[in-house]
């Protein structure tokens, strides 16, 4: 069975949801094989299913941008000639497996929310023109790499040996040519990652700037906190929180919409979410078109009656 490489992120050692979710996916390809750059809890790896981890420690890959670890992984896929290669769906990922396809001639996918075997050929599911089309995509040249979407698939426990192998790749001086000089962590806030997040929360121009409502009842339920791009735009919060087309695509389990009209830019943001629930004034705003739940109302009133029967129902 072929290897399946699985692009690992673990800020600070600590391996992602979205990771997990990669290593599961993989188990419907071939034999999964981690790459960890840096340290990374490896136990963890063999417990969902790694078989091999590929552990590259070295100072380069922090001390540049995402060329070196593009360059590294991009002669591992030379010298294993894997199935297909996994990347999370982020930033950094989506470049990452950019260089990689380029430097190996391979077909690359990127936002997939599904990936499956299909008489042979991997297959994966797309939602492109800002979700208004569904796509099934084959790559035809190479080893497919495909970048997918945080929440795509519920994480499997199954144990893999989690064999770790200490790999070490020269990279060229062309791959340093942009040198981190410095960086600083951002804030906890104690909410999960709003790209990873299992439930969102978000707000716009119905919080008319307050967005404690929004926040009390994201805490509630234990989910990250969102924001449309007239909220951020109007300054009432970080343009780093916006969901949408120019901001953030997320893809929740639930995703709760509030005082959002549901302009296009948005829902392509978020329109692949599981469930999505509505909370807006105006029963004639296009977000009801196109949520599973809806509520016609204040925030203002609907949000804390939600908060406190949360509250009320975990005890």
Same mark, same amino acid.
Do not use: C
């Given at each position: 069975?072929?290897?399946?490489?699985?692009?690992?992120?673990?800020?600070?050692?600590?391996?992602?949801?979205?990771?997990?979710?990669?290593?599961?996916?993989?188990?419907?390809?071939? !034999?999964?094989?981690?790459?960890?750059? %840096?340290?990374?809890?490896?136990?963890?790896?063999? !417990?969902? %299913?790694?078989?091999?981890?590929?552990?590259?420690?070295?100072?380069?890959?922090?001390?540049?941008?995402?060329?070196?670890?593009? !360059?590294?992984?991009?002669?591992?896929?030379?010298?294993?000639?894997?199935?297909?290669?996994?990347?999370?769906?982020?930033?950094e990922g989506k470049e990452i497996g950019a260089r990689v396809?380029?430097?190996?001639?391979?077909?690359?996918?990127?936002?997939?929310?599904?990936?499956?075997?299909?008489?042979?050929?991997?297959?994966?599911?797309?939602?492109?023109f800002a979700g208004n089309f569904t796509v099934a995509a084959?790559?035809?040249?190479?080893?497919?790499?495909?970048?997918?979407?945080?929440?795509?698939?519920?994480?499997?426990?199954?144990?893999?040996?989690?064999?770790?192998?200490?790999?070490?790749?020269?990279?060229?001086?062309?791959?340093?040519?942009?040198?981190?000089?410095?960086?600083?962590?951002?804030?906890?806030? %104690?909410?999960? !990652?709003?790209?990873?997040?299992?439930?969102?929360?978000?707000? %716009?121009?119905?919080?008319?700037?307050?967005?404690?409502?929004?926040?009390?009842?994201?805490?509630?339920?234990?989910?990250?906190?969102?924001?449309?791009?007239?909220?951020?735009?109007?300054?009432?919060?970080? &343009?780093?929180?916006?969901?949408?087309?120019?901001?953030?695509?997320?893809?929740?389990?639930?995703?709760?919409?509030?005082?959002?009209?549901?302009?296009?830019? &948005?829902?392509?943001?978020?329109?692949?979410?599981?469930?999505?629930?509505?909370?807006?004034?105006?029963?004639?705003?296009?977000?009801?078109?196109?949520?599973?739940?809806?509520?016609?109302?204040?925030?203002?009133?609907v949000l804390p009656q939600a908060t406190e029967e949360v509250?009320?129902?975990?005890?």
């Amino acid at each position: 069975m072929s290897e399946v490489l699985v692009l690992i992120d673990a800020p600070d050692g600590k391996v992602t949801k979205p990771s997990l979710e990669l290593l599961t996916i993989a188990r419907r390809i071939g !034999e999964r094989s981690a790459v960890v750059f %840096g340290a990374a809890d490896t136990g963890v790896l063999g !417990e969902y %299913g790694a078989e091999k981890i590929y552990q590259l420690d070295d100072a380069v890959y922090a001390d540049y941008l995402v060329a070196p670890k593009a !360059e590294a992984l991009a002669q591992l896929v030379a010298d294993k000639s894997p199935a297909a290669v996994l990347v999370p769906s982020s930033a950094e990922g989506k470049e990452i497996g950019a260089r990689v396809a380029l430097k190996s001639q391979s077909g690359l996918i990127t936002d997939a929310v599904d990936v499956a075997v299909d008489g042979g050929a991997i297959t994966t599911t797309q939602s492109v023109f800002a979700g208004n089309f569904t796509v099934a995509a084959q790559v035809t040249q190479g080893a497919p790499v495909i970048a997918v979407k945080p929440n795509s698939a519920a994480p499997e426990q199954v144990a893999g040996a989690g064999a770790v192998e200490a790999v070490s790749v020269d990279i060229s001086d062309a791959a340093k040519a942009v040198k981190i000089t410095s960086s600083s962590p951002k804030a906890a806030s %104690g909410r999960p !990652e709003l790209t990873e997040a299992a439930i969102v929360v978000s707000g %716009g121009r119905g919080t008319g700037g307050d967005f404690s409502q929004v926040e009390e009842f994201a805490d509630s339920l234990g989910a990250a906190v969102g924001a449309s791009r007239a909220a951020v735009d109007s300054g009432w919060y970080p &343009h780093s929180f916006q969901v949408g087309q120019t901001g953030k695509v997320v893809s929740p389990q639930l995703y709760v919409a509030n005082g959002i009209s549901g302009a296009i830019q &948005h829902r392509a943001g978020m329109q692949t979410s599981k469930t999505i629930v509505a909370v807006n004034k105006d029963e004639e705003a296009p977000i009801f078109e196109l949520v599973d739940f809806g509520v016609v109302g204040d925030l203002k009133t609907v949000l804390p009656q939600a908060t406190e029967e949360v509250k009320k129902r975990k005890g």
